[in-house]
């Protein structure tokens, strides 16, 4: 909203510095800024507000040091998390931008499905919440939406090189990389970026060229179910690791900071041409997304580090892991989200293994047998007597070291 209206002063009338706004850079400063305010200040009001309504955690007594302790903690502290990013991208970002509209609208569908799942268990004393069915069709219609938008909006194009004679009907570009003149256009492309294969890019419709001639016309069905794998994944994930005292919290601000790195080169042209990574036209515009982004899950860190004051749950915890899904998504930067989110997919891992191998033993020895104490795995950890502080560090380290990791395997020229 502010950055129309000083598009406008600045458009009308000579202020000084009013420019500023213009700089995508200053809003993401500035949006970082405003989220961080909104957590720190008006979450200390919330978290007062759920004490004062008795909206209390809930917990199953599972043998862990310190466990019930928590009992009572104030938890929908998610919906703090949701305002952090909510009004500083309201405020500063391009509101008719395709790309901020999918990141409000996965922020807010995931929002209050959680919501929903925290109000059961809260208010209705109902301990399993929504219906593990019912919050799968909601992630699996987000992701729908997700993809039919990727796939058939106009605005939504990459940048690729082409020589003549050019195969799409749309405008030409004409720019010299380096010594040498590139043509361009800005296309409707299934690609996306894949370390390590050729020009690190790859098209989902060549994963049905075996089908022969026409295999482009099933692109959609490919990458309607990679959309679907990944939003449902990463979205669970952050909703298991949430487990211990600044985890979730803590992990996701480090893949925001990421994102936004990677949504920044990716919507810089000269930046993007240079480091040889996919241009993506106007998605620079989701970096002010990414800093409200980041701004919030710090800003809530100061509540839900060890010792907890308050906890994010479901209406956080879905929300921030689909938002690093969709995200990732949409800067075609998917396929990098098992090495980005490796915290989310170890936790993930765990939990299908113990079950897994839980179930055939059990079937096949008449005993269920178990591979960790307890899953997923930072409850095993606690099992073995570690600290949750030293547990949450150590799996920061390792989120850093996988962020690292994603940035510099993009491949330099």
Not at 77 to 83: E, M, V
Not at 233 to 262: F, K, P, R
Not at 329 to 356: D, H
Not at 378 to 393: C, L, M
């Amino acid at each position: 909203m502010l950055y129309y209206l000083f598009s406008y002063l600045s458009k009308n009338y000579s202020i000084p510095g009013i420019g500023v706004f213009q700089y995508i850079t200053f809003r993401m400063a500035m949006a970082v800024i405003v989220s961080l305010l909104v957590t720190t200040v008006y979450g200390r009001r919330l978290i007062d507000y759920l004490r004062f309504k008795q909206v209390g955690e809930t917990v199953r007594n599972l043998g862990l040091e310190g466990q019930m302790q928590k009992s009572g903690t104030p938890t929908m502290g998610g919906i703090i998390i949701i305002l952090g990013i909510l009004i500083p991208t309201l405020l500063f970002a391009k509101l008719d931008n395709i790309y901020i509209i999918m990141m409000l609208v996965t922020t807010i569908w995931l929002g209050l499905i959680g919501f929903l799942d925290d109000y059961i268990k809260v208010f209705k004393k109902n301990k399993e919440g929504l219906a593990g069915k019912f919050k799968i069709t909601g992630q699996v219609g987000l992701a729908l939406i997700i993809g039919w938008t990727m796939y058939f909006h106009t605005n939504i194009t990459i940048r690729q090189e082409v020589k003549l004679p050019v195969k799409y009907d749309v405008p030409v570009d004409f720019h010299m990389r380096g010594d040498k003149q590139v043509l361009t256009q800005d296309v409707k492309s299934t690609k996306t970026t894949m370390p390590f294969y050729k020009n690190n890019e790859f098209d989902y419709a060549k994963v049905l060229k075996f089908l022969g001639k026409g295999y482009e016309h099933y692109a959609l069905l490919v990458f309607m179910l990679f959309v679907i794998v990944i939003i449902t994944a990463v979205s669970n994930g952050a909703n298991i690791t949430d487990g211990i005292d600044g985890l979730a919290t803590g992990t996701s601000a480090i893949i925001g900071l990421t994102l936004a790195i990677l949504a920044y080169v990716s919507g810089n042209t000269m930046i993007a041409d240079y480091l040889n990574i996919m241009y993506i036209p106007n998605s620079g515009e989701l970096v002010i997304f990414a800093g409200a982004f980041v701004g919030a899950c710090v800003g809530f860190l100061w509540y839900n580090s060890y010792p907890a004051q308050v906890f994010m749950g479901d209406t956080g915890s879905l929300a921030i892991g689909g938002i690093i899904a969709v995200f990732a998504i949409i800067i075609r930067k998917e396929l990098l989200v098992p090495v980005l989110c490796g915290v989310f997919l170890v936790e993930n891992v765990s939990v299908m293994m113990q079950v897994g191998w839980f179930k055939y033993t059990k079937k096949r020895f008449g005993e269920g047998r178990r591979i960790f104490l307890m899953a997923p795995l930072h409850h095993h950890y606690q099992k073995k007597g570690f600290h949750e502080s030293k547990i949450v560090t150590r799996f920061w380290i390792i989120c850093i070291f996988l962020a690292i990791i994603t940035v510099i395997t993009l491949k330099l020229r």
